[in-house]
């Protein structure tokens, strides 16, 4: 369960990306965020694993409050949160299997990860997550070499590898063939099987009424919707795509 309550974020100059949104996430749900470009859904995902640091409120993960922990704490909290770019962040010039291992050194200490001397255990377990996203052919091929659809899996199953609590994706399908995106899509709903609360900040529409078991609508750093996509009518779509068409 993540409960979030009263978050704010104001950025350096003056941007309130977000006000006072509050809500509670159950285990194993698929979450959608929709909203108009600028209206604060990557900083609510940042600061859900804290490559933003909230103004305020309270993010509770299993209980714990992660909106302000630091040094150690926060390592180990983050951990148990996998997170999905658009732009993939692969390092290029390293196999699949290295870019999937990577996942572990939240893990590990500084010495071991630097080495790159992971376990056996850990090997196998990159491998399993390569063979869940349908990449097991793939392995030794240096990310340079990968389709974005591909890179896309690696870093899923780079996320995957950090056995997340919860698994926040941003714009994940924005990078890569629309074709591909129903696989993508499928793959990460998949997680909620295993208990794996995923979040997905998704700009087209069809697919968060498609995938989302909830949807949640920002309108100007502000929650203003938060329900299942058949409440989500077009009166509602029209409330939170409201605004300036020079914010798009
Ligand atoms: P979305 O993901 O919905 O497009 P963002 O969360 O990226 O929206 O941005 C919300 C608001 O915060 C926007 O007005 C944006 O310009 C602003 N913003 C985002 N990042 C920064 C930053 N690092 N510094 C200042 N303003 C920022």
């Known amino acids: 369960m993540i409960e979030v309550q009263h978050l704010s974020k104001v950025f350096a100059d003056g941007t309130k990306a977000l006000d006072d949104v509050s809500l509670s996430i159950p285990d194993g749900q698929f979450v959608c965020v929709i909203g108009l470009s600028g209206a604060g859904k990557s900083t609510f995902m940042r600061c859900l694993n804290r490559l933003n640091d909230p103004t305020a409120g309270k993010i509770l993960i299993e209980g714990q409050d992660i909106a302000f922990a630091q040094g150690r704490n926060l390592r180990k909290?983050?951990?148990?949160?996998?997170?999905?770019?658009?732009?993939?962040?692969?390092?290029?010039?390293?196999?699949?299997?290295?870019?999937?291992?990577?996942?572990?050194?939240?893990?590990?200490?500084r010495l071991q990860g630097v080495l790159g001397l992971y376990s056996a255990a850990d090997k196998q377990l990159a491998l399993d997550a390569l063979k869940r996203v349908g990449l097991e052919e793939k392995t030794n091929t240096t990310a340079s070499n990968l389709s974005g659809g591909q890179k896309q899996r690696v870093a899923i199953a780079r996320?995957?590898?950090?056995?997340?609590?919860?698994?926040?994706a941003d714009e994940p399908t924005a990078s890569i063939d629309p074709k591909l995106s129903g696989v993508i899509m499928d793959l990460l709903k998949s997680f909620t099987n295993d208990g794996i609360t995923v979040i997905v900040n998704i700009h087209v529409l069809e697919l968060a009424r498609e995938y989302a078991e909830r949807i949640l609508g920002f309108n100007k750093g502000k929650l203003i919707f938060d329900g299942t996509p058949s409440q989500l009518t077009d009166a509602e779509v029209e409330r939170i795509y409201a605004g300036s068409v020079a914010d798009l």
């Open 77 to 109: 909290l983050r951990r148990r949160i996998g997170f999905v770019f658009q732009s993939f962040n692969l390092v290029e010039r390293l196999s699949a299997l290295e870019n999937v291992l990577s996942g572990r050194l939240g893990y590990y200490g």
């Open 159 to 168: 996320a995957l590898v950090q056995e997340p609590k919860l698994m926040l």
